[in-house]
């Protein structure tokens, strides 16, 4: 394992836009095995030399561009999609709101009948069931 070490030394390694890379590769093989679409093998190859080439490139601060750009576009997407996970996982004890005068989504627990709901961010108060 030492002559991999060495080999990596000064190179780049992986980042958010090399495992979403990896990830699409997969999937697209996947799904070209699937529908048996075959022009899919070629987009899943592509991506992985991307990802490779990105992982051994020894020109590191490119790369870290790339990846602050990746995360300024797909960043607030990812945050909506954790956040929706999180609502759905904890839809059995708990029960979202939104504030309706500064939107602040709120989280309060389940089944305590009305509730009178404070919003920490602007002190609106407002009346919702739970």
Same mark, same amino acid.
């Given at each position: 394992?030492?002559?991999?070490?060495? !080999?990596?030394?000064?190179?780049?390694?992986?980042? &958010?836009? +090399?495992?979403?890379?990896?990830?699409?590769?997969? *999937?697209?093989?996947?799904?070209?095995?699937?529908?048996?679409?075959? !022009?899919?093998?070629? !987009?899943?190859?592509?991506?992985?030399?991307?990802?490779?080439?990105?992982?051994?490139?020894?020109?590191?601060?490119?790369?870290? &561009?790339? +990846?602050?750009?990746?995360?300024?576009?797909?960043? #607030?997407?990812?945050?909506?999609?954790?956040?929706?996970?999180?609502? %759905?996982?904890?839809?059995?004890?708990?029960?979202?709101?939104?504030?309706?005068?500064?939107?602040?989504?709120?989280?309060? #627990?389940?089944?305590?009948?009305?509730?009178?709901?404070?919003? #920490? +961010?602007?002190? *609106? &108060?407002? %009346?919702?069931? *739970?």
């Amino acid at each position: 394992m030492n002559w991999l070490r060495r !080999f990596m030394m000064g190179r780049y390694g992986t980042d &958010q836009l +090399n495992y979403t890379l990896l990830a699409l590769a997969l *999937t697209l093989m996947l799904l070209e095995r699937l529908a048996e679409w075959h !022009f899919l093998y070629l !987009f899943s190859f592509l991506a992985l030399a991307v990802c490779y080439l990105r992982m051994f490139s020894r020109d590191v601060t490119r790369r870290y &561009q790339e +990846n602050q750009r990746f995360l300024q576009v797909f960043g #607030p997407v990812r945050r909506h999609f954790s956040s929706a996970v999180s609502a %759905v996982k904890d839809s059995r004890t708990h029960c979202h709101f939104k504030c309706p005068s500064c939107g602040q989504k709120l989280r309060v #627990p389940r089944g305590k009948g009305k509730l009178s709901i404070t919003c #920490p +961010n602007c002190r *609106t &108060q407002f %009346v919702k069931k *739970t």
